[in-house]
Every structure is written in structure tokens, then in C-alpha cells.
């Protein structure tokens, strides 16, 4: 899972952020709304935890201009803990409010609750393309009919493919939104999943539905011209 924190306490961020990577997430840290707002647009997160007081766009302004632009789960972190600024952040879309201060365990189970509850009610709980479908509640996978096992990071990769039909993703895109926004360009790690991924999902089933995009990364899109 990536999350992207928003949050302009450097002492709240960093300790929220240490605390998610022990769960092995992704973090990426923004400390006002301008940086934030950069990188929830660049960025596929699968959610956005959101403080309302920060410099340059407040986390009200932000959710709605965020919200605007994609569904992606937003819990808002705030300070004030009054009715009003709680009512005005879910009026702006968030999906849920931590007021601070919290305990790590409980943000978790918040975050885990948003985030399952956003997926049981997305549009991507179902995806069907050519013969290849996928359960995203299960994180089943199946191509013509026969299950297909894939890693949790496969399974990322594919869910960020599919998210991400019709258009080229190069390769530093695919390793931001998969690994983290510090990685090394110099290594072909997203060559090597890619083709872990290719063949469990096509390499013995047609149409291809990934396909490589020379000198720019690759595709995700039903085509049987390969
Ligand atoms: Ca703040």
C-alpha cells in the first residue's frame, strides 16, 4: 500500500511515517499543501492522510481540489478536533478524521478501514479485460478461466497497470508508484517484475495485454498484433 502524508508538523510526520513503514508501506512525505498537492496529482496513492492546517493551501482547499480530480481515499488529520472543521472536512469529500493527538494503532485501524471500506464500495472491486478478470476484494487473478497466482508486489504492479489502461507509463513512473519516489533509476527492477508479471498474465494466454513501448516503458492494453 503507498500512502502520501500531508502534514506540516515534522515531528507528526516522522512519526507517522516510521510507523507505517514497520507495516511495510510506501510513504512519501509532504510538509505543505503546494508539495502535496504535487505529488497527489503525480502519484497514484491508496490513501491520503491530510492535515487541515498547513502553509500555502489549507487541507480543506486541498481535499476538494484533490477530490476534483480522483477518489482516492483521504483521512483528515486534524489539530482543532472541533465539530465545525470536522463536518467541513468530510463536506470537502474526506473520507474519514483522526483528531490529533492519536495513538499509532488507531490511525492504522483507521487507515485500514477507510481503505477497505473505499474498495469494497470502488468501482475497481471487479476488472474484467479480454479473458484476464480480477476480484479486487480477493485479489484473486484469472486468466481464460484458471486462477493465477501473483505476489502482493505483482499484484500492485497489475492493479497500477490496469488504473492505468490505454496510456504509457515509463519505467521511473512505474517505480514511483511502486516502490517509492527515492528509487535508484539505475537498476532494472521494474524490467524484472514487468516480466514476472508477463508470465503469469501472457505469456501463455492472448491478446497480450502488456506490451513494451520502445525507449519510452510500457503499456497496458488489449492488443493482439504481438
Ligand atoms: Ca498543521
Not at 15 to 29: A, N, R, T, Y
Request: net charge neutral; aromatic share 10%; glycine share 6%.
Amino acid at each position: 500500500m503507498k500512502i502520501l502524508i500531508i502534514e506540516d508538523e515534522h515531528s507528526v510526520a516522522s512519526f507517522i511515517k516510521k510507523g507505517l513503514e514497520e507495516q511495510s508501506f510506501v510513504v512519501d512525505v509532504a510538509y505543505d499543501g503546494q508539495a502535496g498537492k504535487q505529488l497527489a496529482f503525480q502519484n497514484q496513492y491508496d490513501i491520503i492522510l491530510l492535515d487541515v492546517v498547513l502553509p500555502h493551501i489549507n487541507g480543506l482547499q486541498l481535499c476538494a481540489q484533490i477530490r476534483q480530480a480522483s477518489n482516492v481515499p483521504i483521512l483528515m488529520l486534524t489539530a482543532l478536533g472541533t465539530t465545525g472543521d470536522i463536518v467541513a472536512g468530510l463536506d470537502t469529500g474526506a473520507d474519514d478524521y483522526l483528531t490529533k493527538p492519536f495513538k499509532f494503532q488507531e490511525l492504522l485501524a483507521r487507515i485500514r478501514a477507510v481503505v477497505r471500506r473505499k474498495s469494497d464500495a470502488g468501482v475497481e472491486t471487479n476488472y474484467k479485460l479480454a479473458d484476464l478478470e480480477i476480484d479486487f476484494k480477493t485479489k484473486q487473478v484469472k486468466r481464460d478461466g484458471k486462477t493465477i497466482k501473483l505476489t502482493a508486489r505483482e499484484f500492485y504492479l497489475l492493479q497500477f497497470f490496469i488504473r492505468n489502461k490505454g496510456i504509457v507509463m515509463s519505467r521511473a513512473e512505474i517505480a514511483e508508484n511502486i516502490w517509492d519516489a527515492s528509487f535508484d533509476s539505475g537498476t532494472n527492477i521494474v524490467d524484472v517484475y514487468v516480466n514476472y508479471l508477463r508470465n503469469k498474465i501472457d505469456k501463455n494466454f492472448s491478446p497480450k495485454l502488456i506490451h513494451t513501448v520502445y525507449g519510452m516503458g510500457y503499456i497496458f492494453k488489449e492488443d493482439y498484433s504481438d
